[in-house]
């Protein structure tokens, strides 16, 4: 049963911290746009946003993570536009002082339309989400996050029913504390004939790796005494702390005479 609120803890705070680092992309327009950069070029950025790629020019964008972005882009095509008005007065003086002959104009005008052929053309704008992907993407979301929640529902209801069936079976009551979160903790101890002061080092759990490995030991061992309690073998409630098999284990140690 811990080791379930553990889970649920952990994937709350990853996914805050997802949140927390996320990249912020701030256009001209004063949209605000959260997501992952995963490529950042002097022209271009491209943000992940829930799995969609999506590409801004940087003569779009104001702030990449509150700092402010340069017009690097912007003055390349200012540097454009004034190569092009060069050429054009070139291509002007040119005409004017033209030689008659018609077969070195030909090449001076060939000369002139591959100068400006070479000038940057205009951008297409930047890519955005169309209705269809974001409604895709959100109904994605949403079904992710009711299907955890009812994975999660229905191992504290499998886990909390095998609790309660060894409590009545062992003749520790109250039995319906195992229903409720924090109290069949408090059961668990008296199953497994321990003091509740041990129930202190549970909140190990807010320091970094040291707490989870400490809180899965007693886990592990809550679980050996309750099989013990029950006259199984020790090591099934040590099996207790493995996913998936704690499943197997649990209802063996519950259901089984």
Known sequence: MKKLC???LAFVFLAGIQVLFADT???KSGQVIEG??????????????????MAYFMDDIAEINSEEVAAGTAEKAGASAQAVEKIAAAHEVAQNEAPSDPAVRVKEEIAVERKMEAVPAGREPAATLDDR???TAAIAAI???????????????YSSLCLYFIARKTGNEPAWLA?????????MCKIAGQSYWLLLIFLASFLPIIGGLVNLGLFGFFWFKIAEARG????????????????????VIAFSE
């Open 25 to 27: 992309v701030t256009l």
């Open 232 to 251: 199984k073998p020790g090591w099934m409630g040590i099996l207790c702390v493995l996913p998936l098999v704690n499943l197997v284990m649990m209802g």
């Open 6 to 8: 553990c889970l649920l």
């Open 133 to 135: 992907q974001v409604k």
């Open 179 to 187: 229903w409720v979160p924090i109290g069949n903790l408090f059961l």
């Open 36 to 53: 992952k950069i995963v490529e950042r070029t002097a022209d271009v950025v491209k943000v992940d946003f829930m799995g969609v790629e």
């Open 143 to 157: 079904g992710g996050i009711i299907a955890i929640i009812f994975l999660a529902t229905l191992i504290y209801v």
